[in-house]
């Protein structure tokens, strides 16, 4: 829901770090796979119970994630990179969850396993929706431009970092936290559901 308005703000400044380090001979896989480190280092330090610093390795990341794009629309960009970007993208997203799970799993592995569910079920619907979008053809730039067709929903990147920042200040409150994001992330993937069989539905 808030990712076009954050790709207004973040885009600009992105495209040019980009083009710079892209003149510069910086790959934008090499960026991927270095975000991707990133991100899984932040889950570590969350297993480790080091918050401060799961923070800071959490921005890296998802500075990396902007940066892979914006390197390859100011030089070469390639399917796999896209490929490559979605598969990190979703490494990243499930650690964090395990990582509360590692963490204290008597305590956080319900809420933690039905989070990671609804991460499975929604990134689903978002990917089916994907490849039905390119077999129709269907264009859009409101998140920028991808390799991959974003549908709109309740719960997009921009809340899924918003909510990991809560909870790496917030630990003791996980459960409830998880509980409440995880049911957010169902009725995103229902309403992608719902919207896919209104737009495919007649074929």
Known sequence: MLDAAARRLIDPP???LGRRLATHGVGADAVTLIGLLMGLLSAAFI????YSLALVFLFASRLADGLDGAIARAGRSTDFGGYLDITADFLFYGSVPLAFIFADPAT????????????Y???ATFLGFSVLAERHK???EVHGKKSLYFSDGILEGTETILFF???CLWPTNFQVF???FGSLCFLTALMRVLGARKIFGKD
């Open 14 to 16: 992105l495209e040019a």
């Open 47 to 50: 297993v480790a119970g080091l």
């Open 108 to 119: 956080n592995g319900a809420a933690g396993g039905f989070l990671l569910a609804s991460f």
């Open 121 to 123: 079920v929604n990134g």
């Open 138 to 140: 269907m264009k859009t």
């Open 165 to 167: 920042v809560l909870i």
């Open 178 to 180: 998880a509980w409440l």
